[in-house]
């Protein structure tokens, strides 16, 4: 398997409001349904992920570090994945803090 995946959350917009969390790889794709995106729902799906893939240890992670991944890998991978932040969510960050400086 190559060592490298995109991993996120989105919103179902349905009769049960619920959060989709998903991983995106050039070999394999993975994904639940949970209430919410937290800490806790990114822990237990993070160490399902490492469960169902041992060699996950050691790649690279893309994310928008958003609402509980960053402390959630922290806790299943313990340093032992590389993670970077999304181009585009990267350049909406940017694009915020650049439109509040100078309007």
């Known amino acids: 398997m190559r060592k490298f995946m995109a991993v996120d959350g989105t919103f179902l917009k349905a009769r049960f409001v619920q959060t989709l969390l998903f991983v995106v790889g050039i070999d394999a794709n993975t994904?639940?349904?949970?209430?919410s995106e937290n800490t806790d729902s990114w822990t237990w799906f993070l160490s399902h992920l490492k469960s169902a893939i041992p060699q996950s240890v050691g790649m690279t992670l893309i994310s928008d570090r958003d609402k509980g991944f960053l402390a959630a890998q922290e806790i299943v991978y313990a340093n032992s994945i590389y993670t970077h932040i999304c181009c585009f969510h990267l350049k909406g960050t940017y694009n915020f803090y650049i439109y509040t400086l100078y309007t």
Do not use: D, L, P
């Not at 994904?31 to 209430?35: K, L």
């Open 31 to 35: 994904w639940v349904v949970i209430e």
